[in-house]
């Protein structure tokens, strides 16, 4: 359902969070970074936002620290109340909240 509008009312049931892996070879140090669905009880929300998040890797060398990005996610960012940040939901969990 990728043609929601700022300020519609949505609801879910799976979000996304932010997980890291450390590998570690002779050469170089690399953090993969991971965007983990996680299931939860449905949650109404507000979309406020729209990203695309990148999984990937962060490797750092002599020459400085780069990201090497392997996966695009689109997804939505949705406010469920005005106390804590929006929770990233991906486009394909996202449901119009029925009044």
Not at 44 to 53: A, E, Q, S, T
């Amino acid at each position: 359902m990728s043609n929601l509008q700022l300020g519609e009312r949505v609801s879910f049931d799976r979000h996304l969070v932010k997980r890291h892996q450390h590998e570690r070879d002779s050469i170089l140090s690399r953090k993969k970074t991971i965007w983990k669905e996680v299931s939860c009880q449905y949650k109404n929300g507000i979309i406020c936002g729209m990203r695309v998040i990148k999984e990937g890797y962060r490797a750092y060398d002599d020459k400085g620290t780069y990201f090497e990005p392997t996966k695009h996610i689109k997804v939505y960012l949705v406010a469920v109340n005005l106390n804590m940040r929006p929770y990233y939901v991906a486009v394909d969990a996202v449901k119009e909240a029925g009044l």
